[in-house]
């Protein structure tokens, strides 16, 4: 049995060829969404800026890429960790005193 040196080029060659193809397809039809209204887009998910600032990037990244982080930045930013201090606030009404929670 003989071992190829070449064969590891061929299948990075292979892989290559294979990521280009995805990212043209995806860039493709990623780029239908620049014709949906602002519901439609809502209603999956994203913005028109999210689907204007991922075909702005070079012919070779792969547009998915870019509106999953976008995604996943916007849900991170309304959590709030377990331990954070809880939203309380001091109201005041015509029988309480001043200073004093309301329940």
């Known amino acids: 049995m003989t071992h190829s ?3 590891p080029a061929f299948a990075l060659l ?3 060829i294979a990521r280009a193809w995805r990212v043209f397809n995806n860039r493709r039809q990623f780029a239908e969404l620049k014709h949906w209204s602002d519901e ?3 209603d999956i ?3 028109r800026s999210d689907v ?3 075909l702005a990037g ?3 990244t792969d547009p998915t890429s870019v509106v999953s ?5 916007r849900t991170w930013q309304g959590v709030r960790a377990a331990n954070a201090a809880p939203d309380v606030r001091l109201v005041e009404t015509e029988t309480s005193r ?3 929670l309301a329940a």
Not at 69 to 73: E, I, K, L, P, T
Request: cysteine-free.
């Open 5 to 7: 040196a070449s064969t």
């Open 14 to 16: 292979g892989q290559m």
């Open 40 to 42: 439609q887009l809502e």
């Open 45 to 47: 998910g994203l913005t």
């Open 52 to 54: 204007r600032r991922a």
């Open 58 to 60: 070079p012919f070779y």
């Open 69 to 73: 982080a976008a995604s996943m930045q």
């Open 98 to 100: 001043p200073g004093q």
